[in-house]
């Protein structure tokens, strides 16, 4: 029960500062790591409870997509390339290796986080026209978000949003409505890769998933009140932590 409780949590909370400053894989993931799943199973899991959330920030931000739609299908297409591609690397390489390289990706997600308003101040900053098209400098970046995304993804969003704001003109609200869809895609397609072909810790996996549709709903209305700062400090200390307990084990 204990354990049941503490996911849920992680799940609701993951959302909640998705919502204000993303990162939450680095909630729920250390939580499943704490309760004993391997990290495989973990990142497995967690990429499948955590992707009905997705889907519900994306429509959150519809209308910032009116008028973007062959971006979408350009940069969709990349991402859902890279995610398969990111998801198959994950089950073909032994765990062992993914449990080496993953502490790297923890502290470079970390890293995101804490630059992540700078970053965000640099795309807002961009006074460009607004382009109609989506370069090959861009499609190339995210098709390497995607990989990343459907291999790990924690602080995704950040890196995808950096990316558009560097390879794509327009307005800071329009690119993150399209990282959103872009993450969506990417994070649907290595959930069913993973619910096809690997092992998912399903009553973990549920428990996130509830916890992130409330989670959406809390960081909407509730959690934009409370301050990045402290938000920040969480997600690095609970991604700090899992560092220490992979490298450890």
Same mark, same amino acid.
């Given at each position: 029960?204990?354990?049941?409780?503490?996911?849920?949590?992680?799940?609701?909370?993951?959302?909640?500062?998705?919502t204000?400053?993303?990162?939450g894989?680095?909630?729920t993931?250390p939580?499943?790591?704490?309760?004993?799943?391997?990290?495989?199973?973990?990142?497995v899991?967690?990429?499948?409870?955590?992707?009905?959330?997705?889907?519900?920030?994306?429509?959150?931000?519809?209308?910032?997509?009116?008028?973007?739609?062959?971006?979408?299908?350009?940069?969709g297409?990349?991402?859902?390339?890279?995610?398969?591609?990111?998801?198959?690397? @994950?089950?073909?390489?032994? +765990?062992?290796?993914?449990?080496?390289?993953?502490?790297?990706? #923890?502290g *470079? $997600? &970390? !890293?995101? %986080?804490?630059?992540q308003?700078?970053?965000?101040?640099?795309?807002?900053?961009?006074?460009?026209?607004?382009?109609?098209?989506?370069?090959?400098?861009?499609?190339?970046?995210?098709?390497?978000c995607?990989?990343?995304?459907?291999?790990?993804?924690?602080?995704?969003?950040?890196?995808?949003?950096?990316?558009?704001g560097?390879?794509?003109?327009?307005? @800071?609200?329009?690119?993150? +409505?399209?990282?959103?869809?872009?993450?969506?895609?990417?994070? #649907?397609? *290595? $959930? &069913? !890769?993973? %619910?096809?072909?690997?092992?998912?810790?399903?009553t973990?996996?549920?428990?996130?998933?509830?916890?992130?549709?409330?989670?959406?709903?809390?960081?909407?209305h509730?959690?934009r009140?409370?301050?990045?700062?402290?938000?920040?400090?969480?997600?690095?200390?609970?991604?700090?932590?899992?560092?220490?307990?992979?490298?450890?084990?």
């Amino acid at each position: 029960m204990l354990e049941a409780v503490a996911i849920l949590a992680a799940g609701l909370a993951a959302w909640t500062i998705n919502t204000i400053v993303g990162s939450g894989t680095l909630i729920t993931f250390p939580v499943l790591l704490a309760f004993g799943y391997s990290p495989v199973v973990a990142n497995v899991s967690n990429t499948v409870g955590l992707a009905p959330g997705t889907v519900s920030g994306a429509v959150g931000y519809r209308r910032e997509l009116r008028g973007q739609r062959e971006r979408v299908l350009r940069l969709g297409a990349a991402s859902v390339v890279g995610s398969l591609t990111g998801a198959i690397l @994950l089950l073909v390489i032994p +765990g062992s290796a993914f449990k080496a390289i993953v502490p790297g990706f #923890i502290g *470079a $997600a &970390l !890293v995101l %986080v804490l630059v992540q308003p700078k970053l965000a101040r640099l795309v807002a900053a961009r006074r460009e026209p607004i382009s109609a098209h989506a370069g090959l400098s861009a499609i190339l970046a995210v098709f390497a978000c995607g990989i990343y995304g459907g291999y790990f993804g924690a602080a995704q969003g950040v890196l995808v949003l950096a990316v558009l704001g560097i390879a794509v003109h327009d307005q @800071l609200q329009r690119l993150n +409505g399209l990282k959103n869809a872009l993450t969506t895609l990417v994070n #649907i397609v *290595a $959930a &069913l !890769v993973f %619910v096809a072909a690997a092992h998912v810790a399903w009553t973990p996996a549920l428990l996130i998933s509830a916890g992130s549709i409330v989670g959406c709903q809390l960081g909407a209305h509730v959690g934009r009140r409370l301050p990045e700062g402290l938000l920040r400090a969480v997600i690095i200390a609970v991604g700090l932590a899992a560092m220490v307990k992979l490298l450890a084990g």
